[in-house]
């Protein structure tokens, strides 16, 4: 019940294309559901986060689609680039009262191509 | 720079060693955790502190000790690894209690097991 599944485990695409990733939770007690981004030899950056009861988040050309009744979210980045070339992880908080514990995905590695 | 350093960035040890992995974070966060990443594995969290309290020990064998002495510092203690505990060390911390959940990782140490 606290897994996160992510797909696909790798993704290369052309420069403008909209790379999207998958993720599916099972735990109806998770409140927060981050994106993060990490480059090699980097931790994990935070990218762009989002509650359940939004269904939609946008910052800059990330953009969070969050289906409650279907327990998935995805991350879709607009018009990739190179430098987006990366490890993107999604995660689901559950906030304990005293800490928030993150699980997280098995992580997608993104290529893309000039 | 993220706010939260780890030292060393790398690590090469023999398994009947003693060493320690330092964390710091000048964020003004009161929560900080270890997680381990390995190589096609999800991020496996491995301890919290909440308030300089241990609050989590996820199964994690003895041969790891964590170590909290105040709200700035995390240490993680090692003796007698095994070749399987190779992997990246990340420590991150975070605001607890407050419904901000995102977590600010640090670089990593990346600890070879010899």
């Known amino acids: 019940q606290q897994q996160v599944k992510q797909s696909p485990q790798s993704l290369i695409v052309q420069k403008g294309g909209i790379p999207i990733i998958n993720c599916a939770y099972e735990?109806?007690?998770?409140?927060?559901f981050p994106w993060y981004q990490q480059f090699p030899g980097k931790g994990p950056a935070l990218l762009i986060a989002i509650r359940p009861d939004v269904s939609e988040k946008k910052e800059g050309r990330f953009t969070i689609s969050f289906n409650k009744s279907a327990k998935q979210f995805s991350l879709h980045i607009m018009d990739s680039q190179p430098g987006d070339s990366a490890t993107y992880f999604c995660?689901?908080?559950?906030?304990?009262?005293?800490?928030?514990?993150?699980?997280f995905g098995t992580g997608t590695r993104l290529q893309v191509t000039l | 720079e993220t706010g939260v350093t780890q030292t060393p960035r790398h690590l090469v040890m023999g398994m009947t060693n003693k060493k320690s992995l330092k964390c710091e974070q000048h964020l003004g966060h009161n929560a900080m955790y270890w997680y381990k990443q390995s190589a096609k594995k999800p991020l496996e969290l491995m301890f919290v502190y909440s308030l300089e309290e241990r609050v989590e020990n996820n199964s994690v064998p003895s041969r790891f000790s964590p170590e909290c002495p105040n709200s700035s510092h995390l240490f993680l203690h090692l003796h007698t690894l095994q070749p399987e505990d190779s992997a990246l060390y990340l420590c991150?911390?975070?605001?607890?209690?407050?419904?901000?959940?995102?977590?600010?990782f640090g670089s990593g140490t990346r600890l070879t097991v010899v």
């Open positions: 995660a689901a908080s559950l906030d304990t009262g005293t800490a928030s514990k993150l699980t």
């Open positions: 735990n109806t007690a998770f409140d927060y």
């Open positions: 991150a911390s975070s605001h607890a209690g407050t419904g901000n959940y995102g977590y600010t």
